[in-house]
């Protein structure tokens, strides 16, 4: 049995976290290099887009990343709000600059793959305008914290906003199927894919890639904020690093 | 080579999704690199309490 509770003080938590991030690290750099390889040599040309199509090796595992860290900010916010534990209201704070950062990498790569695909850059369709809310989100959480003063303060306001934030998940994730715009549907379901086998491992090893660097960025993020926000704790002035 | 930089007429899509890509990532690490820096040296500013 695990003792969660023990690590949900941010004392305990910052070493964990800091023997974490070389694996998550080392991890997400091999698959990232195993996929590149798959992605950008191994897997054949697309007979109808050509190249182009090879962007969706950064597209999709960046577009799942950006939906699924907001749901894991929301998570820890209503943690947070519930709770009241600081360690789950930083965890949401450290997640937001790597959800704006996937959700901007998805956006970017799905304008130049829809310029040579589909002919524009960019087009009001369903799923790229809620997927552009989605960006605006996560700035708007990253504001409304630099705008309170109080860091607890802020850990509630920005529950609550990422918390009502999430009705936005389901409708970019649904909203190829509610509205029939540009956007195509998911190549990718379980059991039955539309793709070839090299494609669908090159995406999935990609995908695991930006899960890994996420979860690792995420705890380097998160062990800084737990030093900006418990300094002058004892434990804090005892560490390591603080004596160089 | 050529050809694989070439990617099918789309090296300008591809390579501009990839470039950027690569380059937010970085600049991301670097910043947390940063903020983490600073935190350290603020913190270390600051004396230490007893209580807490």
Same mark, same amino acid.
């Given at each position: 049995?695990?003792?969660? &509770?023990?690590?949900?003080? #941010?004392?305990?938590?910052?070493?964990?976290?800091?023997? @974490?991030? #070389?694996?998550?690290?080392?991890?997400?750099?091999?698959?990232?290099?195993?996929?590149? =390889?798959?992605? %950008?040599?191994?897997?054949?040309?697309?007979?109808?887009?050509?190249?182009?199509?090879?962007?969706?090796?950064?597209?999709?595992?960046?577009?799942?990343?950006?939906?699924?860290?907001?749901?894991?900010?929301?998570?820890?916010?209503? %943690?947070?709000? !519930?709770?009241?534990? +600081?360690?789950?209201?930083?965890? /949401?704070?450290?997640?937001?600059?790597?959800?704006?950062?996937?959700?901007?990498?998805?956006?970017?790569?799905?304008?130049?793959?829809?310029?040579?695909?589909? !002919?524009?850059?960019?087009?009001?369709?369903?799923?790229?305008?809620?997927?552009?809310?989605? %960006?605006?989100?996560?700035?708007?959480?990253?504001?409304?914290?630099?705008?309170?003063?109080?860091?607890?303060?802020?850990?509630?306001?920005? /529950? =609550?906003?990422?918390?009502?934030?999430?009705?936005?998940?389901?409708?970019? &994730?649904?909203?190829?199927?509610?509205?029939?715009?540009?956007?195509?549907?998911?190549?990718?379901?379980? !059991?039955?894919?539309?793709?070839?086998? =090299?494609?669908?491992?090159?995406?999935?090893? @990609?995908?695991?890639?930006?899960?890994?660097?996420?979860?690792?960025?995420?705890?380097?993020?998160?062990?800084?904020?737990?030093?900006? +926000?418990?300094?002058?704790?004892?434990?804090?002035?005892? %560490?390591?690093?603080?004596?160089? | 080579?050529?050809?694989?930089? *070439?990617?099918?007429? $789309?090296?300008? $899509?591809?390579?501009? *999704? $990839?470039?950027?890509?690569?380059?937010?990532?970085?600049?991301?690490?670097?910043?947390?690199?940063?903020?983490?820096?600073?935190?350290?040296?603020?913190?270390?500013?600051?004396?230490?309490?007893?209580?807490?």
């Amino acid at each position: 049995m695990i003792p969660w &509770y023990r690590y949900s003080s #941010p004392a305990s938590f910052y070493p964990l976290a800091g023997r @974490m991030i #070389p694996w998550f690290a080392w991890a997400a750099a091999i698959l990232a290099l195993i996929g590149l =390889v798959i992605g %950008l040599s191994i897997a054949p040309t697309d007979f109808q887009q050509g190249d182009a199509y090879r962007i969706i090796f950064i597209h999709v595992p960046s577009a799942w990343m950006s939906m699924f860290l907001y749901l894991v900010m929301a998570f820890w916010g209503a %943690l947070a709000l !519930g709770f009241n534990t +600081r360690l789950s209201a930083m965890m /949401a704070q450290a997640i937001a600059p790597t959800g704006a950062l996937m959700t901007f990498i998805a956006l970017w790569t799905g304008s130049l793959w829809g310029r040579p695909t589909w !002919g524009t850059y960019w087009a009001w369709d369903a799923r790229m305008t809620s997927e552009l809310i989605l %960006l605006f989100l996560y700035l708007g959480v990253i504001a409304l914290r630099s705008a309170i003063d109080e860091p607890r303060r802020a850990d509630r306001a920005c /529950a =609550v906003l990422s918390i009502v934030g999430a009705i936005n998940v389901p409708i970019i &994730y649904y909203s190829v199927k509610w509205w029939n715009t540009l956007h195509q549907g998911s190549s990718v379901r379980l !059991g039955e894919s539309k793709m070839a086998t =090299v494609m669908l491992a090159g995406m999935l090893i @990609m995908s695991f890639a930006a899960w890994f660097y996420a979860i690792a960025v995420v705890l380097m993020r998160v062990r800084t904020i737990i030093i900006e +926000r418990e300094r002058g704790a004892t434990w804090v002035a005892e %560490l390591t690093e603080m004596r160089a | 080579m050529i050809d694989f930089l *070439a990617m099918g007429g $789309y090296a300008f $899509y591809v390579w501009g *999704a $990839y470039g950027v890509t690569a380059l937010v990532i970085v600049a991301e690490i670097l910043a947390v690199r940063a903020r983490r820096k600073m935190a350290l040296s603020e913190a270390r500013l600051e004396p230490a309490e007893v209580m807490r």
